[in-house]
């Protein structure tokens, strides 16, 4: 059973800064993608990042391009989202998804597995 548990959330003044992880486990992670999404009250899930195997392509929400950089740690089967420049418009629970294929995609109906989401505030 794959699980992703994500991390670091949390309450942050806006231009702040913090660092989502997600940590991957149930199955080899070979040959997949990892993103983040984020869903804000009322509002659908919208996609804000995601991330080939290799690493070697990476793809951003113009929302949030560059301010934010996703990376991962395959040997830790961990992906991170450095989150710089901090807006309250980013305050959000943001969710970690994988799909195996190694492509990115920005439809969540792409991604077959989920965290639970950690809390994202950004305060003005």
């Known amino acids: 059973q794959v699980q992703l548990v994500e991390s670091g959330g949390g309450l942050v003044q806006a231009g702040g800064s913090l660092r989502l992880a997600c940590a991957a486990s149930?199955?080899?992670?070979?040959?997949?993608?990892m993103a983040w999404f984020r869903q804000a009250p009322g509002k659908e899930r919208e996609f804000v990042s995601a991330?080939?195997?290799?690493?070697?392509?990476?793809t951003y929400a113009d929302s949030v391009k560059g301010r934010f950089t996703i990376s991962r740690d395959n040997a830790k089967n961990t992906v991170y989202l450095q989150m710089n420049s901090l807006k309250p418009e980013d305050t959000a629970v943001y969710y970690c998804?994988?799909?195996?294929?190694?492509?990115?995609?920005?439809?969540?109906?792409?991604?077959?597995?989920w965290g639970q989401g950690t809390q994202v505030t950004v305060s003005s």
């Open positions: 991330i080939t195997y290799s690493s070697a392509r990476t």
């Open positions: 149930g199955r080899t992670f070979s040959s997949s993608a």
């Open positions: 998804a994988v799909r195996f294929y190694d492509y990115n995609r920005i439809y969540s109906s792409d991604y077959d597995y």
